[in-house]
């Protein structure tokens, strides 16, 4: 093997691993989703019917929660205890500003009805 192979291969080595260094921060480096909005309406005792899982991308989000039902309700995100509504009286509603800065699963639920109310918001990277 001469010097002037062992040369080319090195220049190789280092082009491919800047290449991968590049588009691994490319990854990284995703703008946050805006403008997200999400609308959660309370009633009999569930959240949008089914508590369904809400999928949502990391970034900022508003969401909207609203007491369509015949008694109290609020809406808590666990992992983010300031992530809350205050205690939503019938026919109340309040928006929210959630910030996801990271992806992964978030559960939802509401204090007054814990087990009844509950449910997950998936958050990924956009
Ligand atoms: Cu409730």
């Known amino acids: ?3 002037k192979t ?12 800047a290449v991968g260094v590049y588009w691994y ?3 990284q480096n995703q703008p946050p989703a805006s403008n997200q909005k999400l609308v959660v309406v309370a009633k009999d005792v569930k959240f949008n019917v089914t508590n369904p899982t809400f999928n949502l991308k ?6 909207t929660v609203k007491n369509m039902d015949t ?6 995100i666990r992992e983010m205890p300031s992530a ?5 009286t019938p026919g109340q509603s309040q928006t929210i500003t ?8 978030f559960n939802y639920y509401c204090s007054v009805h814990p087990g009844q109310m509950e449910g997950v918001i998936r ?3 956009p």
């Open 1 to 3: 093997m001469t010097s």
């Open 6 to 17: 062992i040369y080319i291969g090195v220049v190789l080595v280092v082009a491919l691993a």
């Open 25 to 27: 921060m490319g990854t």
């Open 58 to 63: 990391v970034g900022t989000v508003s969401i």
């Open 71 to 76: 008694m109290p309700h609020n809406f808590i």
């Open 84 to 88: 809350a509504t205050g205690l939503l």
């Open 98 to 105: 959630v910030n996801f800065t990271t992806a992964g699963d």
């Open 123 to 125: 958050v990924t990277t």
